[in-house]
């Protein structure tokens, strides 16, 4: 995977998912945990409470967390990037990943594969 196809991972932050009829986050959730949802494909995934309400949150171990709401009969998928701390180093007023830039791009490309699979296989489940 280039440079190109990271770009155009990044850019795929969010989807939206028509669902048959109106549901909760809740009924959301007991319908995912009833597909059998492979572990090693989406991970563990957890209803938790917000500041912005009830999601389902997605822990595939990438920086890329996909976060599910739901409103009616629609669902929000949405890429949340969790924030590594400072790991880079200074250098002629230049920051370095201190693992270097294809650390960096390799995180980048796991965490955008890694959401694309977990909307490929909500697209499945959700229609």
């Known amino acids: 995977m280039g440079f190109g196809d990271a770009m155009k ?6 989807r939206e998912y028509q669902l048959s009829r109106e549901m909760t ?11 059998n949802l492979s572990e090693d494909v989406v991970g563990k995934f957890e209803l938790k409470k917000g500041l912005m309400g009830k999601n389902i949150v997605f822990n595939g171990g990438t920086e890329a967390v996909p976060t599910l709401s739901v409103k ?26 201190k693992g270097g830039m294809k650390a960096e791009m390799n995180k980048a490309e796991a965490g955008n594969a890694y959401f694309a699979t977990v909307g490929d296989a ?4 959700l229609k």
């Open 9 to 14: 991972g990044a850019m795929d932050t969010s």
């Open 122 to 125: 909500l697209t499945e489940i």
């Open 72 to 97: 009616g009969n629609k669902a929000k998928l949405q890429k949340v990037t969790k924030s590594g701390g400072s790991s880079s180093v200074s250098v002629g007023g230049f920051k370095i990943p």
């Open 25 to 35: 986050i809740e009924e959301v959730f007991e319908l995912l945990q009833g597909a």
